[in-house]
Each structure stands twice: as C-alpha cells, then as structure tokens.
C-alpha cells in the first residue's frame, strides 16, 4: 500500500452521495474500477448510477485517474532479509467502458473497516455481474483509497498492490530426507486409491491450495470445503471425521471432539453460511483448519499424522475458544 498526494483528480465528492460524509476532507472512499466488455462505448463522462447498499456503482465511459500498484511486490535476497521492489505509478484508464464502485472508509475522520469495505464492494461487483454477466467486471483494474476532497497539500490516494505476505512470517519448508520421503510416498498413495476417490483428494487439494492465499471469511470456507473433501464426512454429518482424526490420534471420540473444537468450529462453519456472520477470522484459526486438513489427508493416505493441531494448542499465543466462539 502507498499513499502519494494525488492534485489531478478533483470532482470525487461530486461522484459519491452527499449523505455519506459530513467533512470530506476527513473522509476516504474504497474505489474500486473494473474494465467492461462487450458494451456500446457511450458519450464520454456519461454515467449510469447504481446506488446499492453502501455502494454506489458508475457505469459508463471514462478515462478513470487511480494509482497503479502492480509492480509492487517482496522479493527475498537470503532466507531471512526481504526487500520490497517496484513502485507506485499514477494513470488513468483508457477512455473506453469501466464500472467504478465507490464505498465509505474514514468517514468524518474515523476509520472504517477495510474488509468490510472489500466486502461491500465484492458484494456489489457480484450483484451486477448476477444481472449484467460476466463482462460487467471483465477485469480488475485498481483498488485505490482516496480522499474525498483534496486538502491543503492535494489530494491523497492510497493503492492496494497485489496481496504480498511477509515470508518470513511462515516456517522454513523442511527440505530433509524424511520429509522428502513422506512426499514421496504420499503420490504413491494418491496414485493406489480408487480413482472416485483420488478424485476428491484432487479436488480438496485444490481448495486448500486457494485457501492459502487471501484470508478471512473466503480462505475460512475454502479450508473447511477442502476438509470436507478430504475427509469421510457425509450429507453435513461430521462424525466420520471426527471418529477418522480420534483414531488417528489414538484418543476417544468424545475426548477428541471437546479437546479440539471441530464440532465448534462447524458450528461457525453454518453462522457464516446459513446467517451470514461476518466476524473476523482469525488468522491462526486459518492456520488451524490447515492443518486440520493435512492430518485429515495424511491419514486418508495411510501415512503417520504429524500432530499439528497439539503443536498450535500447546501455543500461548493460541486462543480456540475465543477463534471459535459466538459471538
């Protein structure tokens, strides 16, 4: 993210409902551009207005200034010192069809929630793709945070790069003999099931490998579909899995079930889906249901689970009831 003063691009108060901010000097709006396809290119700066909740959508041809983040990105000289590289470059849009969507963040001085925000905006981008199809939201073409109206030193616009994670906040990947081994011989089990099945792990494997990028709600759902995929759970019943990681850990099922909250972390599982909780997810709880699967999928693959989950309960740092509670 890098904020740059920004004195080009006035007239954003005029774009956003005039009942969202009170100081607009002291408030910011998520805008978000999307180029469009496959449309008549109107007359230029006229624009078909959306208002949804929270949401304003433009429509329209434009040439749309914004800060392009593209080239940002980590780049890791050792295995422990990270340089960022690439640099923030302000455009516009070509002058062709563009969906902007515009939502509040700081609004009279206090700050709002970005993912909440993100949310809103994702949620609308859905809401005119469902009604105008695929070509409405083609491509992304920027996120950007901007002032409202300019202050006494221009203008401030803040570009979201591309997601970048700090490396060195995950483990070295274990490069030994034994592990090397164990990969080994877990294609060897992939390729020896049945293949309805190896089907399902490949699709699970599918699933926690987008579950790792991102966060939040989406990463939350991707693991446990993976999970489910994985594992001998059926028709919503999670008692299969829970017995299949009991007997893996060699514990009863009763003592597995309230030791390691699976039933709990279902429970969260249906809010988000069925009532539409939208309470923050932890990031260790995403680290958890990670390795929930992988010990899932070491013992469909009839390989020694690693005991992960005794590793991240054994933490100070880690907290499952309150990753899980309701809230």
Do not use: C
């Amino acid at each position: 993210m890098s904020s740059e003063p920004n004195p080009s691009s006035p007239g954003l108060g005029d774009l956003v409902p005039g009942d969202w901010f009170i100081d607009p000097v002291a408030s910011t709006v998520l805008v978000v551009g999307y180029a469009v396809m496959r449309v008549p290119a109107d007359r230029p700066g006229v624009l078909r207005a959306f208002d949804l909740p929270s949401v304003r959508a433009l429509l329209g041809t434009i040439d749309f200034p914004y800060f392009d983040t593209s080239t940002v990105r980590f780049e890791v000289d050792t295995a422990n010192l990270v340089r960022v590289e690439g640099h923030v470059e302000p455009r516009r849009t070509p002058l062709a069809p563009h969906l902007i969507l515009l939502t509040p963040l700081r609004v009279d001085g206090v700050d709002g929630n970005e993912a909440e925000a993100r949310s809103r905006v994702e949620a609308a981008a859905g809401l005119l793709a469902a009604f105008l199809g695929r070509n409405a939201v083609y491509r992304l073409v920027f996120e950007n945070v901007t002032q409202v109206a300019p202050g006494a030193s221009g203008q401030t616009v803040t570009g979201f790069s591309r997601a970048v994670e700090n490396p060195l906040s995950f483990p070295a990947p274990p490069l030994d003999d034994a592990t090397i081994d164990l990969i080994k011989q877990a294609g060897k089990s992939l390729a020896a099931v049945d293949p309805v099945r190896r089907e399902r792990y490949v699709l699970a494997l599918r699933w926690f490998h987008q579950a790792l990028y991102g966060g939040g709600v989406d990463s939350f759902l991707r693991y446990w579909i993976a999970i489910e995929a994985v594992s001998p759970m059926t028709d919503g019943d999670i008692a299969p899995l829970v017995r299949a990681l009991a007997d893996g850990y060699g514990i009863a099922v009763g003592d597995f079930k309230e030791q390691y909250g699976i039933g709990r972390i279902y429970g969260l599982r249906n809010r988000i889906v069925h009532q539409g909780s939208r309470r923050p997810v932890h990031h260790q709880l995403l680290d958890y249901l990670g390795a929930l699967f992988v010990e899932l999928l070491r013992i469909g693959l009839r390989l020694p689970v690693a005991r992960s989950l005794d590793a991240l309960l054994s933490s100070p740092e880690f907290d499952l009831n309150s990753y899980i509670s309701s809230p």
